[in-house]
C-alpha cells in the first residue's frame, strides 16, 4: 500500500491507515467528491468510516471531499498537472507501482476531441495484483514442437484475468530466452511510470507506452526485432491487418479479445475472418468462478478443444 499512500490527500491517508487494509483483497479505492468512500475488494463492496471501520451502511461512511480530490491529484501529478496532460487526455494515470488512478471531470474539447480535464471529481485507484506463475500449466500447451510459441489469442469477459495471463507468459517467455515486444497501449500490460514498467514483463521485453496497437506492431517490427509480440484488447480491422502483417514477418502474436467463448468470437465480424483463415494457432478461453479467474479450454487452430477447465 505504501505507493498508494503516498498520493492520497492527508484525510484520506489517515483513514486508510486506521483501517489496517489487506492489500491483496483491494481491487479498487472510489472516490467521489461528496460521496461515500467506497472500497471494491474480492468480497464485494463497503465503506470506510473517518475511524477506518468497514461498514455497509453509507450514512456511516467517510465523505470525499473536493480538498480530498485536489489534494490528491496534486500528489499524482507532483504538483504539475501540465505534465501528465498526454495521460489525463486517455482518462488515467499510472503510478509508482503499477497501480492506475482513473480520472473524470470536465473535458476541455479541441476540435472535437478531448485535450484536457478539468475540476477533476472522480477517482478512481485500481491496485494492480501480479500473478506470477499463474501460466504455469498454460504454457507448455502453447509451445510448438521447436520450442517456440504459438499465435495465440486469450479470450475472456472483462475481469476474467486475461491480461494477467497475458503478461505471465510475456515474462515466462521473455526470461526463459525470446526477445518480447509490448506494445501497452492502455498501460495495464507492463504498467510503466516514467518509462518504466512497474511489472515484471521479462528481461528480453521491449515495451512501446500508450501507443496504438497498429501503429506500435509496425514500430516493433521495425526497431526492435521481437520474436514474440504481445498487444491486449484488439478490435479493428486496423488491429487485425497490423497482426497479420506481424505473422508474415515471422513475429508470433499474444493477444487478447473480449467474449465468453469461441461461439461469441465465431459470430464478431471482423474476428469470423480471423478465425476462418486460422490465424491463430492456439485459443485459450478464462473464465471467473466463485470469484476466482481460470482456464476454461484450450482450443486449436479449428476450434477443436484440447483441453478443459483447470486453474
Do not use: W
Amino acid at each position: 500500500m505504501e505507493n498508494i499512500m503516498r498520493i492520497l490527500a492527508g484525510r484520506l491517508k489517515t483513514v486508510l491507515s486506521r483501517a489496517g487494509l489487506d492489500s491483496s483483497k483491494l481491487l479498487e479505492i472510489r472516490l467521489r467528491a461528496g460521496q461515500p468512500l467506497i472500497l471494491n475488494r474480492t468480497d464485494g463492496e463497503i465503506f470506510l468510516t473517518e475511524t477506518g471501520r468497514l461498514t455497509k451502511n453509507r450514512r456511516e461512511a467517510y465523505a470525499v471531499s473536493r480538498n480530498d480530490l485536489r489534494e490528491t491529484m496534486e500528489y499524482i501529478s507532483n504538483f504539475s498537472l501540465y505534465a501528465f496532460e498526454e495521460e489525463v487526455r486517455q482518462g488515467y494515470i499510472t503510478i509508482a507501482g503499477g497501480h492506475r488512478v482513473g480520472v473524470c471531470g470536465r473535458t476541455v474539447l479541441e476540435k472535437n476531441q478531448v485535450r484536457n480535464m478539468k475540476y477533476i471529481s472522480f477517482l478512481n485507484i485500481r491496485l494492480a495484483h501480479e500473478v506470477k506463475g499463474c501460466a504455469d500449466r498454460l504454457l507448455p500447451m502453447l509451445r510448438t514442437p521447436d520450442g517456440g510459441v504459438c499465435h495465440t489469442l486469450l479470450v475472456a469477459p472483462p475481469g476474467a484475468g486475461k491480461t494477467t495471463m497475458l503478461r505471465d507468459i510475456v515474462r515466462q517467455l521473455s526470461d526463459g530466452g525470446m526477445t518480447v515486444g509490448v506494445v501497452d497501449e492502455r498501460a495495464e500490460i507492463a504498467a510503466c511510470c516514467q518509462g518504466m514498467p512497474q511489472n515484471d514483463v521479462g528481461m528480453r521485453t521491449d515495451v512501446l507506452d500508450c501507443c496504438p496497437k497498429a501503429e506500435g506492431l509496425l514500430f516493433l517490427l521495425r526497431s526492435m526485432a521481437p520474436a514474440v509480440i504481445a498487444v491486449d484488447e484488439i478490435g479493428g480491422e486496423e488491429d487485425l491487418h497490423a497482426l497479420r502483417y506481424a505473422s508474415s514477418c515471422g513475429c508470433k502474436l499474444l493477444t487478447t479479445v473480449h467474449g465468453a467463448d469461441i461461439e461469441e468470437i465465431r459470430k464478431k465480424p471482423v474476428l469470423s475472418g480471423m478465425m476462418a483463415q486460422q490465424m491463430f494457432e492456439r485459443y485459450v478461453v478464462l473464465e471467473k468462478k466463485d470469484g476466482k479467474c481460470g482456464v476454461r479450454g484450450v482450443f486449436d487452430g479449428g476450434g477443436q478443444q484440447l483441453a478443459g477447465q483447470f486453474r
